[in-house]
């Protein structure tokens, strides 16, 4: 009987506890080197940077004026900034087999470079880099962006 | 804001004045407010394709190091190589922070049956000390199948074989903290092909360090 009793309280446990794990969003990468004085900045709280750290969609990455910062996403794409830059990830989306596949990032200031990943080669449509000047189209490529103010 | 990069921009030309530029015409200074995109080669040697475009024009940088200066309201200008001394210049602390490239294991099951090939059964070591070389490593294990059977069904059957692989990856020492396994079903066919076609090569376990 206390077993049952036991197994019931774990099954009303887990049933409050679903919709709360549903909701959390997947990460889009993580970070994989950090020097100097690097931050994320997600709703609008600036955090340092720290390796192994979670990114996810929103975020944005930002360094200092002697900062880096190196990201590998989850579909293997790797974005890096060098000092006194920012880039946004305005849209991660990495679930081929719901057909949900897209990448959206907008690059603010300073310089990055951008490799790109699986999402590139299975829908490169789907993938909108924007600087302030221009959107550059990408096909399974390595690229380098600065952006000055 | 910060002007940071005008002194960079400086450094680049005056560079280029005694170092090994050569004769060719040295590019137009990025000015602020411009932007510069350039296209570097991939770590295997081949060069993608990038189109920049904006309302007034676009450009196609299909070689390496082919670069291009934007403005707004202008359209993209000449496509210019940079040498890779510039790149280093410019690009140098950015590139410095690139983290390792994913490697990626494909992993293929017998006929039929949830056992891996010899092959890739070695391959499960592999992975392991590939893990131990990389910073604060992730794994992710995807199952993949064929186009026969329904697509959903494909996506269960590519998680049991994403599952089965991930404990077998922790019985060789991988951390299974570190693990993800999840299933691309038929959606992401190594080998294309139309639906219901058996087809071996696509019934794989991709398994990627990064």
């Known amino acids: 009987m206390k077993a049952r009793r036991l197994s019931l309280a774990a099954v009303a446990i887990l049933a409050l506890a679903a919709p709360a794990f549903a909701q959390q969003p997947s990460p889009a990468g993580r970070v994989k080197v950090v020097s100097g004085s690097a931050f994320i900045v997600r709703a609008g709280s600036t955090v340092p940077a720290k390796v192994g750290q979670e990114l996810f969609e929103s975020d944005s990455l930002r360094t200092g004026d002697d900062g880096r910062i190196g990201v590998t996403f989850e579909d293997d794409t790797r974005l890096s900034l060098g000092p006194a830059s920012e880039v946004r990830l305005d849209t991660f989306r990495y679930a081929p087999a719901e057909g949900s596949l897209g990448m959206a990032m907008r690059f603010l200031r300073g310089v990055a470079v951008y490799v790109s990943g699986k999402i590139a080669k299975l829908a490169p449509d789907s993938i909108r880099l924007e600087t302030p000047s221009a959107i550059v189209g990408v096909r399974g490529t390595t690229l380098a962006i600065n952006v000055r103010e | 804001m910060t002007r940071a990069w005008g002194g960079v921009v400086l450094v680049a030309v005056t560079a280029c004045l005694n170092a090994a530029c050569g004769p060719q015409r040295p590019r137009t200074p990025q000015r602020s407010g411009q932007d510069l995109v350039v296209l570097l080669p991939n770590d295997d040697g081949t060069t993608g394709k990038v189109e920049v475009s904006n309302p007034s024009g676009r450009v196609t940088l299909d070689t390496a190091r082919a670069s291009t200066l934007i403005a707004v309201g202008q359209a993209p200008g000449e496509v210019t190589e940079l040498t890779e001394a510039e790149i280093q210049r410019i690009f140098g602390p950015a590139l410095a922070a690139q983290p390792p490239a994913p490697i990626q294991f494909t992993l293929y099951f017998q006929f039929d049956s949830e056992e891996l090939t010899d092959d890739s059964r070695q391959m499960l070591s592999e992975v392991l000390q590939v893990v131990k070389k990389y910073?604060?490593?992730?794994?992710?294990?995807?199952?993949?199948?064929?186009?026969?059977?329904?697509?959903?069904?494909?996506?269960?059957?590519?998680?049991?074989?994403?599952?089965?692989?991930?404990?077998?990856?922790?019985?060789?020492?991988?951390?299974?903290?570190?693990?993800?396994?999840?299933?691309?079903?038929?959606?992401?066919?190594?080998?294309?092909?139309?639906?219901?076609?058996?087809?071996?090569?696509?019934?794989?376990?991709?398994?990627?360090?990064?």
């Open chain 2, 135 to 210: 910073p604060v490593p992730r794994v992710t294990v995807v199952g993949h199948t064929d186009t026969t059977g329904s697509a959903e069904s494909n996506v269960e059957l590519g998680l049991r074989r994403a599952n089965a692989v991930r404990a077998l990856l922790v019985d060789v020492g991988v951390e299974g903290a570190a693990i993800d396994s999840t299933s691309h079903g038929e959606a992401a066919l190594l080998v294309p092909t139309a639906d219901g076609v058996f087809e071996p090569k696509n019934r794989r376990v991709d398994v990627t360090v990064r």
